[in-house]
């Protein structure tokens, strides 16, 4: 059976699994499949992804769509609160976005997002352990292959202990 935990941690350390990874997550999430949004990089608590520069993703001058960032600043956020939470705990729900548009997204773009474990432990577990929710907010940079600053996105995640939710999945 597909774990996407246990194929998140074979990912960090091969290739193989990466790809594996990349596939199934095309197919999860069809929204993000034809993008080709991928994870190209993934540690512990961080992860790499690339939005390609392909016509797909154009607007209308043929630059990045503004949206098709957001998407991936979105993506790119939750992978690491899904791989650095236990999914079976926690659900992890989009709460809003803001996006700050800094640079005109002219060539493939790579959105990198890290958590440290002293994050997890004051944002997320402690505040969780006398709240019901929590909402905390992801700050993610995008920038291009020549390291232009294309995007910030801060992305609002809701979490919340799987026992105290009311509605069903």
């Known amino acids: 059976m597909f774990d996407p935990a246990q194929l998140l941690e074979k990912a960090k350390n ?23 949004i991928k994870i190209v990089a993934i540690g512990d608590k961080s992860v790499k992804t690339l939005f390609p520069y392909k016509r797909r993703n154009f607007n209308h001058i043929k630059g990045l ?7 991936v600043s979105e993506f790119t956020t939750g992978i690491v609160l899904l791989s650095t939470l236990d999914a079976k705990q926690y659900r992890i729900i989009m709460q809003k976005m803001e996006m700050n548009y800094h640079y005109q997204g002219k060539m493939n773009s790579f959105a990198e997002f890290s958590v440290t474990e002293e994050w997890l432990e004051n944002e997320v577990i402690k505040p969780l352990e006398t709240q019901e929710s ?5 700050e993610v940079k ?6 232009n600053h294309l995007t910030t996105g801060n992305i609002y995640w809701q979490i919340k202990a799987w026992n105290k939710v009311k509605t069903k999945a």
Do not use: Q, Y
């Open 134 to 138: 929590i909402v905390v907010n992801c």
């Open 65 to 71: 769509h503004a949206c098709g960032l957001a998407t």
């Open 14 to 36: 091969s290739k193989r699994h990466l790809a594996l990874l990349n596939f199934g997550l095309a197919r999860m999430i069809p929204f993000n499949k034809p993008h080709g």
């Open 142 to 147: 995008t920038h291009d292959s020549e390291g």
